[in-house]
């Protein structure tokens, strides 16, 4: 069943993968994600904020290779040089997370600083995505950029990823 996702704008759009802009996709990834940090939070037991680390770790590494493959080139294409800073800050943050990430994945969640590093990963997430989308997404919206068909590029690539590495981490 579609879900809809209302931008600044007043517009609704629609979350089905079908027909979904590319800010509506990764707006709802950025929701689903701060869902399992919170859930994160909550968790007692080790067994469970392993599993809970796994998703959110897939989830953002699907998120940011789709943002870096797809959106931010295209993003910068419609940006021009006045708002280009924008994406080379989105950028270094992808790559600060990612560091994080990796040193997240080689943890046990009994390990030492295992909780604080999680935190301090949510944080980053947080500050990451009130930047995009409060500068970066209200930008693009005013330019030409075709985010349906942005959309559907990243909609698949994100199942296509999420498949490939979904594998992967079970394995």
Do not use: C
């Amino acid at each position: 069943m579609p879900t809809t996702e209302t931008g600044k704008t007043g517009r609704t759009e629609a979350a089905s993968k079908g027909d979904q802009d590319a800010i509506a996709l990764l707006t709802n990834d950025h929701r689903e994600v701060e869902r399992l940090f919170e859930t994160f939070e909550k968790a007692r037991a080790d067994k469970r904020k392993a599993e809970l680390v796994g998703e959110i770790l897939l989830a953002l590494k699907v998120h940011t290779q789709i943002e870096e493959e797809l959106f931010y080139p295209a993003a910068r294409q419609a940006l021009k040089a006045k708002d280009e800073d924008m994406i080379d800050e989105a950028v270094v943050e992808h790559a600060a997370a990612k560091d994080l990430m990796a040193e997240i994945e080689g943890m046990d969640p009994d390990d030492d600083l295992y909780d604080a590093k999680v935190k301090v990963l949510s944080e980053q997430i947080e500050h990451h995505v009130g930047e995009e989308e409060g500068e970066m997404f209200p930008a693009l919206r005013k330019t030409d950029m075709d985010l349906r068909a942005l959309g559907a590029r990243m909609a698949a690539r994100k199942s296509e990823l999420m498949d490939k590495l979904g594998k992967s981490a079970r394995h």
